[in-house]
């Protein structure tokens, strides 16, 4: 089965069940003015603790369900976006699972917030263990940890629009050079512009290796072209707010989930992105390497840029 005929054949059949106030042993704390940087590194490190998330796989799901779990105590809508895509090497289908959070569904005008939550197969840019273990810590747990702790911040919030966060499955599911990248944002790019929800997403962003010790983020050039407004607000808010990890200049051009947001979807969208990870796809992307400091420098930015966004409308 190829990409797009999975895409097609699925267009309409995005998961109706929707998980809200589902009974659990957690409760959903007080929304925290401070973006709490421990918290949100050991949500990196439960993640981590489930070991490879690759797409279809064991671990993939065991997160899903914590996942669910986490967002509806909050009291956020929780829905999956199912779809097929072929496996590289056998061309058997893999079932996939985009998840979406949703706060506030009833506003019609939204952002998203993106980031995918699979890992890569192997760690193949490593030097000496090139089909060793990957954890995926920077490249897929800290985005998810970080919107796992902006739950705290909102629920019962009152933001300019409604917000959507949107977790990619298929962003690669890679093989050396067998396979394609941003499967999951290629779907919910195409499913948003063949079938037209009631919402209108005005502005994206998407986070992607957020969490490394040694946090520089660049404008990505990608996003310069294809979302300026949104862009340059980020960081501007970092500026106001004397963020010195968010510099205010281009420099990576980046090929990332935000390409078909761009693209297909046509919803401006901004990558946040630290691309200077020194242990990308190594077995060495590890919590070790990462910081909540570094989640809680992007949280707190964020937070501050959808309390008071620009004229998205425009």
């Not at 072929?86 to 979406?100: T, W």
């Amino acid at each position: 089965m190829t990409r797009r005929a999975a895409a097609t054949s699925l267009l309409t059949a995005i998961l109706a069940v929707v998980f809200r106030g589902r009974p659990h042993d957690l409760v959903a704390e007080t929304p925290a003015t401070e973006f709490d940087e421990q918290r949100a590194f050991d949500y990196l490190v439960k993640i981590c603790r489930l070991g490879s998330r690759m797409s279809g796989s064991r671990g993939m799901a065991e997160q899903q369900k914590i996942l669910v779990e986490h967002f509806t105590a909050f009291d956020a809508e929780v829905r999956f976006q199912p779809f097929d895509a072929a496996h590289p090497l056998n061309g058997q289908p893999v079932r996939m699972n985009n998840l979406i959070v949703s706060w506030h569904p009833q506003s019609q005008q939204r952002v998203l917030l993106a980031c995918h939550y699979d890992t890569r197969p192997y760690p193949d840019r490593d030097l000496i263990l090139p089909r060793g273990k990957f954890i995926g810590a920077n490249d897929g747990a800290s985005g998810v940890a970080l919107f796992m702790e902006l739950a705290h911040h909102l629920q019962g919030q009152n933001f300019p629009y409604g917000i959507d966060m949107v977790l990619f499955d298929g962003e690669e599911l890679i093989y050396g050079r067998q396979g394609k990248y941003f499967l999951g944002s290629e779907y919910f790019a195409t499913n948003y512009r063949d079938e037209p929800p009631a919402h209108k997403y005005l502005a994206g962003v998407l986070v992607d290796m957020i969490a490394d010790r040694n946090l520089d983020l660049f404008q990505e050039k990608n996003s310069l072209k294809y979302a300026p407004l949104v862009t340059k607000s980020i960081w501007e808010t970092a500026t106001r707010l004397k963020v010195k990890e968010f510099i205010n200049r281009a420099k990576h051009e980046v090929q990332d989930d935000h390409l078909p947001l761009n693209e297909i979807a046509q919803i401006p969208t901004c990558d946040i992105i630290d691309f200077d990870y020194r242990f990308w796809h190594t077995t060495k992307d590890i919590p070790a390497q990462c910081s909540g400091r570094s989640l809680a420098t992007v949280g707190k930015v964020l937070l501050a840029w959808l309390a008071n966004p620009p004229d998205l409308s425009r």
